[in-house]
């Protein structure tokens, strides 16, 4: 094998040539990686049909995946999350995503998913992690969320963890 370099040989040349095991050439025109034909026509020791199959089955399903309502899932929560504490608004969501409100609505029907729910849920989330972490108080945690007041931030969390205790003052 050998390797170009498209820069002169540095100072430190003979290291380079003692750490790696194979044909090294500066000053060249391009940086290119020279394999011997014979090694190329060698069949893989790790060539595995049925795993190459089952390789290209799990691109084509993360493919579908990113192409559909799972992206679109990921970008709103993503928008939401960036934008607290203020709320961000279904018309607003569209046009960062790039499409109109209508092509939003439609594609989140197609995937099962309500704005609302999706903004309820990153809020659930976020209530969450600062409930378990027990360093703010109620007050902050609902303006971090964007809450108007303490008290509707209270009765969201009744309704999100109707079993946990919900925060105080």
């Known amino acids: 094998m050998t390797i170009d370099f498209p820069w002169p040989a540095p100072a430190y040349e003979p290291q380079v040539r003692a750490t790696i095991p194979c044909r090294v050439r500066f000053a060249r025109r391009?940086?290119?990686?020279?394999?011997?034909a014979d090694l190329c026509r060698r069949p893989s020791t790790f060539a595995d049909p049925t795993l190459h199959a089952k390789?290209?089955?799990?691109?084509?399903?993360?493919?579908r995946r990113l192409a559909g309502e799972e992206t679109l899932l990921?970008?709103?929560e993503r928008l939401i999350a960036n934008h607290l504490p203020e709320r961000l608004r279904e018309e607003d969501a569209a046009r960062q995503l790039g499409i109109s409100r209508r092509t939003l609505v439609r594609r989140m029907t197609s995937a099962n998913l309500a704005f609302r729910s999706v903004l309820d849920g990153v809020l659930r989330q976020r209530a969450e992690g600062m409930l378990a972490d027990g360093l703010l108080s109620r007050d902050a945690m609902a303006a971090v969320l964007g809450y108007a007041d303490p008290t509707?931030?209270?009765?969201?969390?009744?309704?999100?963890?109707?079993?946990?205790?919900?925060?105080?003052?």
Do not use: I, M, N, Q
């Not at 390789?55 to 493919?63: F, S």
């Not at 509707?152 to 003052?169: D, N």
């Open 30 to 36: 391009d940086f290119a990686l020279e394999f011997p």
């Open 74 to 76: 990921l970008g709103l």
């Open 55 to 63: 390789a290209l089955a799990e691109l084509a399903e993360a493919d």
């Open 152 to 169: 509707s931030f209270s009765r969201a969390c009744r309704r999100w963890f109707p079993a946990k205790r919900t925060p105080r003052l």
